[in-house]
């Protein structure tokens, strides 16, 4: 397991501020018209954990939290978790069996559909796996690799994206287990990778971004099949950061510390009664130095004013006074 180059350097940190202060100028006046919405950022914790093997009890690990709950090789949502929603997912209209999440049933059966219409029908070969089938599972694998070996393609229990019954292993429609070969290049595979996340659905555990196969960012080997549910918001979100699972959640909503398993103590989503929004200066001037990649995340922790997302307010304000100098110049040019 080599150290691949790493998202969070300072020039990429550096690059991304750059980007997202052009962003925000272009956007400009017209953002501030947009409430804020989705689920509300409360911060995160800071770079991203290395991969390491503990028992952090997840925060959120609420049921009502399910798009913005995060398990990986630290974090666990423990051995009672079991989603209060489950439902077959024959309630999609999908072919296979198990349970599943209510709250993905609707875009699951709307996936399903349009996989069919594209000719590409998919299926269902493993959703929710409770604590105790997850047990037996990695303790095969543990038995058969070794422990080290099969924490790279198999989650310990408590630890699974299939316990929080958000997660399903597809298959093609009557084509049996997607596990050999490379399910990423058939035809169902190919249609999820390109349209899996507009309804939804992101794949967990992608090649890197040099096309290995184990990921020192997802802990985890590439796993074709392997889509979780985030919602059709937070999906896009997570798509058009360019980021893994693992690292948009831990960027803009884990809140605990990965290394004391302590709450992260700022976390208070509550949004003040009475706003009162108070500019600084140049807030974009001077990029922080915060490991946050995603172009709207932020490490800080972020209520709303008015209802409309502070970046945003700042972002505004900023062109309003870029325009009132360009106007003063240009009036003072035809003097
Ligand atoms: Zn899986």
Same mark, same amino acid.
């Given at each position: =397991?080599?150290?691949?180059?790493? /998202?969070?350097?300072?020039? %990429?940190?550096?690059?991304?501020?750059?980007?997202?202060?052009?962003?925000?100028?272009?956007?400009?006046?017209?953002?501030?018209?947009?409430?804020?919405?989705?689920?509300?950022?409360?911060?995160?914790?800071?770079?991203?954990?290395? #991969?390491?093997?503990?028992?952090?009890?997840?925060? +959120?690990?609420?049921?009502?939290?399910?798009?913005?709950?995060?398990?990986? &090789?630290?974090?666990?949502? *423990?051995?009672?978790?079991?989603?209060?929603?489950?439902?077959? !997912?024959? $309630?999609?209209?999908?072919? *296979?069996?198990?349970?599943?999440?209510? !709250?993905?049933?609707?875009?699951?059966?709307?996936?399903?559909?349009?996989?069919?219409?594209?000719?590409?029908?998919?299926?269902?070969?493993?959703?929710?796996?409770?604590?105790?089938?997850?047990?037996?599972?990695?303790?095969?694998?543990?038995?058969?690799?070794?422990?080290?070996?099969?924490?790279?393609?198999?989650?310990?229990?408590?630890?699974?994206?299939?316990?929080?019954?958000?997660?399903?292993?597809? =298959?093609?429609?009557?084509?049996?287990?997607?596990?050999?070969?490379?399910?990423?290049?058939? /035809?169902? *595979?190919?249609? =999820?990778?390109?349209?899996?996340?507009?309804?939804?659905?992101?794949?967990?555990?992608? @090649?890197?971004?040099?096309?290995?196969?184990?990921?020192?960012?997802? #802990?985890?080997?590439?796993?074709?099949?392997?889509?979780?549910?985030?919602?059709?918001?937070?999906?896009?979100?997570?798509?058009?950061?360019?980021?893994?699972?693992?690292?948009?959640?831990?960027?803009?909503?884990?809140?605990? $510390?990965?290394?004391?398993?302590?709450?992260?103590?700022?976390?208070?989503?509550?949004?003040?009664?009475?706003?009162?929004?108070?500019?600084? /200066?140049? +807030?974009?001037?001077?990029? =922080?130095?915060?490991?946050?990649?995603?172009?709207?995340?932020?490490?800080?922790? !972020?209520?709303?004013?008015?209802? !409309?997302?502070?970046?945003?307010?700042?972002? *505004?304000? %900023?062109?309003?006074?870029?325009?009132?100098?360009?106007?003063?110049?240009? &009036?003072?040019? @035809?003097?």
């Amino acid at each position: =397991m080599t150290t691949p180059d790493h /998202p969070f350097s300072p020039r %990429g940190a550096r690059l991304r501020a750059r980007r997202v202060l052009v962003a925000g100028l272009a956007l400009g006046v017209g953002l501030l018209a947009f409430p804020a919405t989705g689920p509300s950022r409360v911060g995160a914790v800071g770079p991203l954990p290395a #991969c390491r093997v503990a028992d952090i009890q997840t925060l +959120p690990g609420d049921y009502d939290s399910w798009s913005t709950t995060l398990v990986d &090789r630290i974090l666990t949502v *423990g051995e009672d978790y079991v989603p209060p929603d489950l439902v077959s !997912v024959r $309630d999609a209209g999908i072919a *296979g069996g198990g349970y599943i999440r209510e !709250v993905t049933i609707d875009d699951l059966a709307a996936m399903a559909k349009a996989a069919a219409d594209a000719g590409s029908p998919i299926g269902v070969w493993s959703p929710y796996r409770s604590y105790q089938e997850q047990v037996t599972i990695f303790n095969n694998y543990a038995n058969f690799d070794g422990f080290d070996d099969a924490l790279t393609y198999s989650a310990r229990p408590g630890h699974s994206e299939h316990q929080l019954g958000l997660a399903i292993d597809f =298959m093609t429609a009557g084509g049996g287990s997607p596990l050999p070969g490379d399910w990423g290049t058939t /035809p169902a *595979g190919k249609w =999820m990778a390109a349209n899996a996340w507009t309804f939804g659905w992101v794949l967990s555990y992608p @090649r890197t971004k040099d096309g290995g196969f184990y990921s020192d960012i997802t #802990c985890f080997h590439y796993e074709p099949w392997h889509y979780r549910y985030l919602g059709r918001e937070l999906a896009a979100k997570v798509h058009g950061s360019g980021l893994t699972i693992r690292e948009y959640l831990w960027n803009n909503f884990t809140m605990v $510390d990965p290394i004391t398993g302590q709450p992260v103590p700022t976390a208070t989503p509550t949004p003040s009664p009475s706003p009162t929004p108070t500019p600084t /200066p140049s +807030p974009t001037a001077t990029p =922080m130095p915060t490991p946050s990649a995603a172009p709207s995340a932020s490490a800080q922790p !972020v209520g709303t004013w008015l209802g !409309v997302d502070p970046p945003v307010v700042l972002g *505004g304000v %900023g062109l309003i006074m870029l325009a009132s100098i360009g106007f003063v110049a240009w &009036r003072g040019l @035809r003097r």
